[in-house]
């Protein structure tokens, strides 16, 4: 979490640090702040709030200069206020900005205290700046104290550093928190993400774990962990500086939910003409997938909830036998790897930390393989694993993941055929599968026309305090993307059943003031479903139910049911997803919550 940009130029380059930061506030947005060098020195402006209130302070002050960095955070240690924001400094010309944390920061700040330093934050981050103008001090020139100073901590850290006696040149760091350099011409920069300096530029070197940058207007040299100087590719940004842009919409969130049909559509491009095509989704590695006995689905979220559908579906189809468990759980736990398994990382961004370090700790000899589904082609999560399954959908901005979610879907779809293929399941089968994955855009299209009826469905929310949501097989997990959709942006109290628990516990909470949202397709599982549905109903409560027309469910007192149109089974979870992300959208917007910028959340979560 947080954001961090960094520039030098023979320009100001107070527009490209602000522009950047807007860009990066899906990482944090808590409070902000530039640190600008010019010939007086370091000139540092901070808010609380969002980047706008600092934009306005810049602007107003008139502080400029052809040097700076700049920071967007996502408060862990102290409150969110100015005095906590970024940049931090050691005396009047030493400047630094953070994103991550430092795991040993009160012993280091124990020692600097007891060598005279004083401090002015409550941060783990300010340790750092006293760190490396201890280094100066003692004789290093910027360069040489920030690698001292990165040997003694432990934690993540991406890092930019400016010195006001050093105007030539910015120090970076990268160091389990995600940071790329950015090539222009007579200029460079570094940030969080590519998406912060796509405006200036569409070139971009991916730093490695313990990489140390020393950025230059005309050059970049780059030093490993051992301080040896390396090369790194170079990189083309190949998608369209539109992709981050809100355009017409209102918000990202909506955006991002009425571009599915586009994002599924370029997920499936190319990978489904014939059952032989899926052959090709892991050329490299096309024998592994014989080898897998296991599945192992690991990810967090939203991304876990598309594990958890993978999961019927692979052992439905394929006759896989698969756990999916959250990261942050599976990575503490002493757990039993079987022979043959496939670890499976499911992401939106491929940074999110317990994510990656479930990963890295795959070192049984158990494991055949480590498949990420990720979004995101240059994050750590595709880097270091073998087999990548990318979902391509887009740059996603808002905080709530949706066209994330249905992309993942699409993905880990492809990947059951595949293993079904292997596993011996007939083509006719699998054909018949791959033929309605294409039917996938415009069904969702379909869905997209019933946003206005949604909308009006949603002035029901709007005074409530809590919500049920409740599905059977796949649409449990759905359930639990709806809960989780309208909790994080619109702050409702929701919680997701599988409907048959019901009336182990939480059906005691049904009453008049608690709407229970309803997923009801046309599948196997339909008649239980209305079972547990007329068991709300005989407790007064008030269903609202989203019910395949030939569900044979009709509006009634105390049930209001919406059409949706008839989908083939293997795609019920993708299409019936839709409609709860935008009921959420809409009960938030009407309750006038930051529905982009969800209080107290980050869109990508790279502390633990
Ligand atoms: C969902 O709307 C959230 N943004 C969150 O649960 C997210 O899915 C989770 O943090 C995982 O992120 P990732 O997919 O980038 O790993």
Known sequence: ???????????????ILLTGLKRLEYRGYDSAGVAIVDKSGVQRVRRAGKVQALDDAVNDSGTS???GIAHTRWATHGVPSERNAHPHMSGNGLALVHNGIIENYQSLRNRLQGEGYEFHSDTD???IVHMVHQA???GDDLLAAVQRTVRELHGAYALGVVSETDQDRFIAVRSGSPLVIGLGIGENYVASDQLALLPVTTRFIFLQEGDVA???RDSVRIFDRDGTEVEREIHEFDGTHEDAEKGEYRHYMLKEIFEQPVALQRTLEGRLGSVADLDGLFSKNADLLERVRFIQIIACGTSYHAGMIARYWLEALAGVPCQVEVASEFRYRTHVVPEGTLFVTISQSGETADTLAALRATNSPNYVGRLAVCNVDSSSLVRESELVLL????????????KAFTTQLAALKMLVLAMARVRGVDEATIQAQLDELRQLPGLIQQVLLLDDEIEKLAEQFVEKNHTLFLGRGTQYPVAM?????LKEISYIHAEAYPAGELKHGPLALVDKEMPVVAVAPNDELLEKLKSNLQEVRARGGELFIFADGDAALENEDGMTVLNMPAVPECLIPIVYTVPLQLLSYHVAVMRGTDVDQPRNLAKSVTVE
């Open 1 to 15: 979490m947080c954001g961090i940009v960094g520039a030098i130029a023979e320009r100001n380059v107070a527009g």
């Open 65 to 67: 200069g052809t040097l």
């Open 125 to 127: 981050s300010e340790v």
């Open 136 to 138: 100066i001090a003692a």
């Open 214 to 216: 020393e950025v230059r």
């Open 391 to 402: 979902t391509r959908a887009g740059p996603e901005i808002g905080v709530a993941s949706t």
């Open 481 to 485: 993307e709806g809960a989780l959709k």
